[in-house]
């Protein structure tokens, strides 16, 4: 009883154990990751659900499939992988650190044959005079050798690198670290949304999924603002913005300019620019009407979607208006508005009238000349908000990531060793990876080798 | 703009610097195919001093930046990476004729760049406008020029495999010839891939460092990462499979062209057919 429990137990242990299982889990992970890039996740788009067909919908809702990297089965594949990762260390690991905490101070017959990389040398002086010659001669061309007798036989080694050994299992920690940062990150931190308008300030934020999370602090917008270059691409977003604790700006942390790439941390919590818009309910809009043949001007405030009649009759409607005209009117730049005049007895004119090129709308030759004066419209900021108490710890296993992968494939543990007999010294190396750029550091000390006098 | 015309020159030279190589092939001269490495390190230099000039205009057009922010761009630079990389295998491992199979790669994604698209140089919109753009881009483009290198030298493989599989003495004097060993062939790609793995693993980091820093989000499941954590897999499942026996060889060589074709994929197939974070501006014309 007690051997075949042992033995499941074994079983168990060398199938998590296995590069078998590693390959299966990379395959699996790469072929099932793509499904994720081809379904839309997460909230479904309407269009989407019209054109599925309502089975496919449920297979593919009980599969998970559209919020696949979160499945169970997704998540049960990387806990796999990390127990595959685990225990390959702790089969692997001690077998490592025995080669380098104990090398083979002795080459065997067998081993000697098994190098190609040797070398061989008569001597004649006597063996306790070509000991210390020899062993100064390793320590000086490659590293400080240990000497071992053996057999009435001389061995030295010498070795570099032994630790270059253990890159590949910092590599498979540090996927461990990246793991539990999303973890710690994924429990204690959150993902949020807030808009703010110009003028006023917010103390929640909405999670995911709706939920008011609240900041313990205020947040003032001060002012937002777009730059545009001269092609009408969008340059900068701008959001001045002023944290407030208990009513009060908070030093250094008052009038603090957010542009997409430059967020605001304030207490663990990050702010990024991420989009704006018009807070346009409510607000007016101004334009000057001034007659041609002189005499006062007329000014006017106008909702958007409303009329405004002037003192002659004429009805001014204003369509609608933006504050950045350069994508409807090429050419031109700045606020605008787009308005329906219709003069007492005459059919409906439609023109957009400028802000900033008050020469464009007197060009117009009508008896009245519009202008808009702007609105009192006030910006808002879309901010997206982040709290990753788990992120230094991602940060920490990257970098172990990229130590490692340096270690593993750019650096080797290299080991010499030189045995000592009657009449003869022979030298013998191995690298335990990238053979051939040791092979030509051996032959160089091997020719010097060959040099000696002894 | 001079760029242009410099990039259409090193477009030339990977042209004629691909049929000299082939010549190289056919006739076996060895200074035919000095004279195949010599018209493409001509091409590369061109091509870098046409990059530099790129980013100079960029400035003088007041809307500086490097010149790695668009479709056509990064097309550009992939194609300058991957004969960078060819001159460093000719220069230390002298198989010469692995350019038969590599400058292709370069001229093409050259000639698709200059032929199918919008050459302007256009102002870098706020998203870009950080130094992570640098760091990301050459760190994912020098991965992908490694894994261009390793599909080259597996399809070499490849070839060569199934011609002595077919007809070993009468093939074996012929063409194959001038490839190198299987053994060789086999230790290359492994090489090529081992440049690649971790400069594809620092672009993936870049890109998230790069993430968090403009969304607060270091990971978010966009194809476009998700399909660079698929060539990740891919490589990483080559680089295990070499540690168990059978999978040298054929299957390798496999691996690794699949693993390109992830990359290509990861590229320019998640723009062209999904939709996400990393649309690059208008690339056809």
Known sequence: ?454 | MTSSMFFNVATIAYLISMIVFFAFLAGKNKSIGFAGSLIAYAGLAVHTLAIGLRWKESYDMGVGHAPMSNLYESIVFFAWTIVLLFAYIDLKYKYRIIGAFVIPFALLGMAWAQLGMNTGIEPLVPALQSNWLLYHVITCFLGYAAFAVACGISIMYLIKAALECNDSSAQAGGLMSMFPPLKVLDDLNYRAIMIGFPLLTLGIITGAAWANYAWGTYWSWDPKETWSLIVWFVYAAFLHARFTRGWVGKRAAWLSVIGFAATIFCYLGVNLFLSGLHSYGGGAK
């Open chain 1, 1 to 454: 009883m007690a051997t075949t429990e042992r033995s499941f137990v074994e079983t168990v242990w060398d199938f998590f154990c296995s590069l078998k299982l590693t390959l299966f889990l990379l395959i699996s992970l790469a072929l099932t990751s793509i499904i994720g890039t081809v379904l839309p996740q997460g909230q479904l788009p309407p269009e989407y659900v019209a054109q599925i067909s309502p089975t496919k919908l449920q297979i593919y809702t009980k599969l998970g499939f559209f919020d696949m990297y979160h499945s169970w089965w997704f998540i049960s594949l990387l806990y796999i992988f990390s127990l595959n990762l685990i225990s390959c260390s702790i089969k692997r690991l001690p077998h490592v650190f025995k080669f380098v905490s104990e090398p083979t101070l002795v080459l065997t017959e067998s081993a000697r044959n098994a190098y190609s990389l040797r070398r061989e040398i008569s001597v004649s002086g006597p063996t306790e005079k070509c000991r210390e010659s020899l062993a100064a001669f390793l320590g000086a061309e490659f590293s400080s050798p240990v000497v071992t007798e053996h057999n009435g036989e001389l061995h030295l080694f010498s070795q570099k690198s032994a630790w270059s050994r253990l890159g590949v299992y910092v590599v498979h920690l540090s996927i461990l670290v990246i793991f539990v940062g999303a973890i710690i990150g994924s429990l204690s931190g959150y993902k949020g949304f807030v808009s703010i308008v110009e003028g006023t300030s917010i103390n929640t934020v909405e999670g995911r999924n709706g939920n008011q999370i609240p900041l313990g602090f205020e947040v003032l917008c001060e002012k937002f603002s777009v730059d545009f270059y001269a092609t009408g691409a969008p340059k900068e977003f701008r959001s001045i913005l002023t944290v407030l604790e208990n009513g009060k700006p908070v030093p250094g942390y008052s009038q603090v300019k957010v542009i997409v790439n430059h967020p605001l941390t304030y207490k663990g919590i990050t702010f990024y620019q991420s989009s704006y818009g018009q807070a346009s309910e409510g607000s007016e809009h101004y334009i000057t009407v001034t007659p041609r043949s002189g005499g006062a001007p007329e000014k006017i405030a106008v909702h958007e979607g409303a009329a405004v009649t002037l003192s002659d009759g004429t009805m001014v409607k204003l369509l609608e208006a933006t504050q950045e005209v350069r994508q409807f009117a090429p050419g031109f730049s700045g606020p605008a508005a787009r308005i329906e005049v219709t003069r007492k007895g005459a059919t409906p004119q439609t023109f957009i009238i400028f802000k900033d090129f008050p020469e464009m709308n007197a060009q117009r030759g009508d008896a009245l000349i519009f202008g808009y004066d702007g609105t009192n419209a006030r910006m808002y900021t879309g901010l997206q908000v982040a709290k990753d108490p788990g992120v230094w710890v991602v940060w920490l296993g990257c970098t172990l990531m990229v130590i490692g992968l340096y270690i593993a494939f750019f650096m080797s543990h290299k080991r010499i060793w030189l045995i000592i007999s009657k009449g003869h010294a022979r030298i013998y190396g191995n690298a335990s990876k990238n053979q051939a750029a040791f092979e030509m550091q051996f032959d160089t000390i091997a020719e010097k080798f060959q040099q000696l006098k002894i």
